[in-house]
């Protein structure tokens, strides 16, 4: 699989989870079913699909922000490093990114859900955020020792590891595999199949 089609893949799995940021922010998404769907989202940006669950959860939720938006929500962007880009029409843009995702639900729900339960353990998904320098960042949860034995677990082949330097609080960006690095942060190249994603661990400010 090329790179410019994991990419590819991965920004339709980004749109969502920023849909699922501002479907939140207006009310139209509880706090646990943001999390639950962000990890869900990180999972199908890992593996490049995604549970029908999944993907009938966003619909619903994306149904939920219309309603309020026509009953006189505003639906502005969530003011956070996953808000769209300032006067972009965001639903509309959201709503057409969700019919085109259907070609990428899978049946092979017993995987992603290995794959999302992992997310869940490894990232702090109350903090995180979809879009900007990366597909995702978020808090690291775990140690980077932690982050590769479950990584391994639920499935997913550690295909190269730069060690991080020791820290107490460390921040995970994943990103293409061929994103850049600042100095000193460590890296785990994460596969599934022949897809490949960069997980840069670097200390947090």
Known sequence: M???MVTQDAETFVALGRAMSLAAVEGALDTDDARDLAAA???????????????????????RLLELTFAGGDA?????????????????????VVGEAWDK????????????????EAFDLGRAGFGGECWFEAPLLISPEDLVRRAKAAGLLIVA?????PEIRLTARLCPPDCARGTGDGRVVL??????????????A
């Open 2 to 4: 090329s790179c410019s």
């Open 41 to 63: 989202l990180v999972a199908a940006i890992l593996t490049g699909s995604m549970e029908l669950d999944t993907y009938a959860r966003v619909h619903e939720a994306l149904a």
């Open 76 to 96: 502005a962007a969530p003011t956070t490093a996953s808000a769209p880009a300032a006067g972009e029409d965001t639903l509309g843009v959201y709503l057409e």
């Open 105 to 120: 639900v899978s049946s092979q729900e017993e995987g992603n859900a290995r794959v999302r339960a992992f997310v869940g």
């Open 161 to 165: 590891i730069e060690p991080v330097a």
């Open 191 to 204: 596969g599934w199949g022949e897809r490949r994603s960069s997980l840069t661990l670097a200390s947090a």
